[in-house]
């Protein structure tokens, strides 16, 4: 979708500030928001597309001024009732109406073992490329109403192939529908000039990671 | 009882503010479900507040500053490397390590949400997550790095990483003068969180000790 999450070459968000000795988590409502994520994952109710896409979908003007958890608070909720984990009506209440199965719950003692688990999106299956690197690529002009990872500012823009990194699951279709889609993940070259022009370094350049769905022979 | 006491009182007894307050509704709700264990949470908390963060990613740069062999395969199969050293998971099961030169400076950054390698750096911080650097690495990363105190002369190449799919990005900083013959262990910790993202070089040992 074309949010104002997609932000990369906007103007006007104000000055680079790096906070000195930053914590983890700036409250305990942060930790406690990043970790309820974690554990209500857990249960298996979406993938981590429908969990970016629930973000996305916070509106506009309430992204903009969210703080990063708060964005991730809309996006649980979000999640917990189209996922039919909490219904609205005890998300406005507060108060449980039934109570779920336990038995799937994540406990203290699985936690290092999830963290270290590797859930990689990359696929087995076999899947024949499209390309290959030193390809000649233009990113699609398209515009989803939903989920994808074709920022804005890349779209119509002429890039090289610099890798091929394999067969990934496809995140426009798996935020949508859980459809994995397999296909060809590439790291695309782009010149600093193609995306904005001769003010910008010749020499520099910007390499995103592009699904061969984004991709057409140029 | 002095103005300063009663400050510190009203302090303590004011209500939970919006977000606090509704985190911990929302925690209540699912503990009373049964969809989630507090003692999980507190478990999730604890690895990333105590264990996991940028001192891992400082282990894996130091060994490739000092093991020749481990270098070349961390930038051939980054993930692989890194296990090696005892990191990896969410978040980092495919990793790309981008090594810096006099010649070619990369940078990290995840235009569309917060993609970040969590075993080697843990969590991002605010500005990695911020709209200014979100907008603006990709189109003015010249001026990014110099509102950071970087300054890039015109002959470096500048390669902005943009994390837009599911491979998570680390940079290899370059090794600063002055630490010939110096271990591992020494070298970790000149490494900065900053430096790996790609907004700062690791200064020589004199420099970061001022």
Known sequence: MNGVHDMGGMHGMGPMEIEKDEPVFHSRWEARMYALQR??????????DMSRFSRERMPPA???????????????????????????QELATGRAATKADES?????????????????ARLAAEVPPRFKPGDSVIARTINPAGHTRLPRYVRGRRGTVHIDHGVFTFPDTNAMSRDPKPQHCYSVRFGARELWGPQVAARDSVYLDLFEDYLDAA | MSHDHEEHVREHDKPLSGPALR???LESLLVEKGLVDPKALDAIIDLYETKVGPH??????????TDPGFKRRLLTDAAA?????????????DMVVLENTPKVHNMVVCTLCSCYPWP????????????????????????VLKELGLLLSEDVEVRVWDST????????PERPAGTDGWTEERLAALVTRDAMVGVAKVLPPKAAAG
């Not at chain 1, 969210?66 to 909490?86: C, D, H, I, K, S």
């Open chain 2, 56 to 65: 891992n990613g400082a282990r894996v740069v130091a060994r490739a500053w």
């Open chain 2, 165 to 172: 799919a599911e491979l998570r990005y680390l940079v290899l």
């Open chain 2, 23 to 25: 985190v911990k509704a």
């Open chain 2, 120 to 143: 080697v750096l843990g969590l991002p911080p605010v500005w990695y997550k911020s709209a200014p650097y979100r907008a603006r690495a990709v189109i003015d990363p010249r001026g």
């Open chain 1, 104 to 120: 799937a719950v994540l406990r203290a003692s699985d936690v290092a073992a999830l963290m270290r688990g590797r859930s990689s």
């Open chain 2, 81 to 93: 490397a890194i296990d090696e050293v005892g990191f990896g998971g969410q978040e980092g099961e």
């Open chain 1, 39 to 48: 554990a209500a994952g857990f249960h298996g109710r979406w993938n981590s």
């Open chain 1, 62 to 88: 309430d992204y903009l001024a969210a703080t990063y958890y708060e964005r991730w608070l809309f996006g649980l909720q979000t999640l917990l009732v189209e996922q039919n984990l909490v219904t609205a």
